[in-house]
């Protein structure tokens, strides 16, 4: 399908400011784990859509090309979604019912994408890495939301590539410093044929943004949204984390002892850092229940005491829903199985998950009741 050049692309470019989430819905109890999505209609000869989740409203309704809902807080798991047209009955889905898999602690985008001229009307879900960016950061995520467009990257005005062969319904997200961006979205490999021209978007430090192209290969739109990291405290207390692993070691009377064990091992900074970690964390009653003499022969040989603590952390941030999943996970010193019984989450079949999910800006955090040994061997004395 024949592109239009750079400068109609720059001229026709409209931006579409959607709600940014203001007003919150609650669709659970307190105790329950929690999902939050919002939608955004990217179907543009699509009427206005509501959307159902078990064959139950969502609290996302009327909702008109070229915008994007507020966050609503559902259970987390597994749902039946339905995109129907506003008013209509659930009889006449324009998409679904399909299943979908929500995590708990997510936030997630459903994007109602394709047309009804082609028949290939579908609802997308894209996470969201909403976790608090620094004081310096924003974080973004870019969604290629136009049919019968080709694959793109996303670069930067000097012509840097943030994001490589990004096809029709899939995204990127990135973290960036704050401050002014010419984004510029062109074909695969084809950086002198700009699709789309986003000049001067300034991105706020702890904000995140959300940018979808949107329409039709021959009169694209930009889809454009942002949410304040405190705004978005504000609609759901205490549901995004904004301490790192270290500090919440440091600041949660649970994990004294292994606050002093991290210190004698020098992994603070690597645990204050922005890579992100799988904690297994021992509390203080599994430091307790060593045989005297195991911690102070760790505190007392530091390559055996990082060697102990590596064995207890995994690369990436896997919560209890990625946990449970696995029968092992790799941690960075060998090793560890997990075994799911009606009493609970157990690693290498006796080490229990007491508490899940404690979850960090990078990374989560699973306390354990008992303090892994292998697969080193602590001698005491």
């Known amino acids: ?34 999902t939050r999505i919002r939608a955004v209609h990217l179907s543009p000869d699509a009427p206005p859509v509501d959307i159902y989740l078990d064959d139950e409203g969502s609290g996302i309704q009327s909702l008109t090309f070229g915008n994007i809902s507020g966050w609503v807080e559902v259970p987390a798991g597994t749902h039946t979604l339905t ?35 082609n028949n290939s009307l579908n609802a997308v879900v894209i996470p969201e ?29 000097d012509g840097t590539r943030l994001a490589s062969n990004l096809t029709f319904g899939k995204s990127a997200s990135l973290t960036l410093p704050a401050g002014a961006y010419n984004f510029q979205i062109v074909p695969v490999g084809d950086p002198n044929t700009v699709l789309l021209n986003l000049q001067d978007t300034n991105l706020s430090a702890q904000s995140y943004y959300f940018v979808a192209a949107a329409n039709t290969v021959e009169a694209p739109q ?25 500090e919440i070691v440091a600041s949660d009377s649970r994990f004294t002892t292994l606050e002093t064990v991290l210190e004698n091992a020098n992994l603070v900074d690597t645990l204050n850092g922005s890579e992100a970690f799988t904690v297994f964390a021992p509390t203080n009653a599994a430091f307790a229940k060593l045989p005297t003499g195991t911690l102070n022969a760790l505190l007392e040989n530091p390559d055996l005491l ?29 090793n560890v199985s997990i075994r799911v019984t009606e009493d609970g989450v157990f690693i290498n079949d006796t080490v229990k998950l007491v508490v899940t999910d404690i979850e960090a800006t990078n990374g989560v955090i699973h306390a354990i009741d008992t303090v892994l040994l292998d697969p080193v061997t602590v001698t005491t004395p």
Do not use: C
């Not at 679904?96 to 047309?115: C, F, H, M, Q």
């Not at 608090?132 to 290629?144: K, L, M, R, Y």
């Not at 504000?234 to 270290?246: E, K, N, S, V, Y």
């Open 83 to 117: 995109v129907v047209p506003a008013g209509a009955p659930l009889e006449s889905a324009a998409v679904g019912p399909v299943r979908i898999n929500l995590k708990a602690g997510g936030w997630e985008t459903i994007a109602a994408i394709g047309s009804i001229a």
């Open 1 to 34: 399908m024949k592109m239009s050049s750079k400068s109609k692309l720059t001229s026709i470019l409209t931006l579409i400011i959607g709600l940014i989430g203001s007003v919150s819905v609650s669709l659970v109890s307190a105790a329950q784990p929690v």
């Open 129 to 157: 890495n909403l976790v608090p960016a620094t004081s310096e950061e924003a974080q973004i995520t870019i969604f290629h939301g136009i049919e019968g467009a080709p694959a793109v990257d996303i670069l930067q005005g």
């Open 306 to 334: 990082t060697s102990t603590l590596l064995h207890h952390v995994a690369g990436g941030r896997a919560l209890a829903a990625d946990v449970v999943g696995q029968t092992s996970i790799a941690t960075l010193n060998g």
């Open 222 to 246: 930009v889809v454009l949204t942002s949410n304040e990291y405190a705004a978005l405290r504000g609609l759901f207390r205490d549901t995004i984390p904004d301490q790192t692993i270290a």
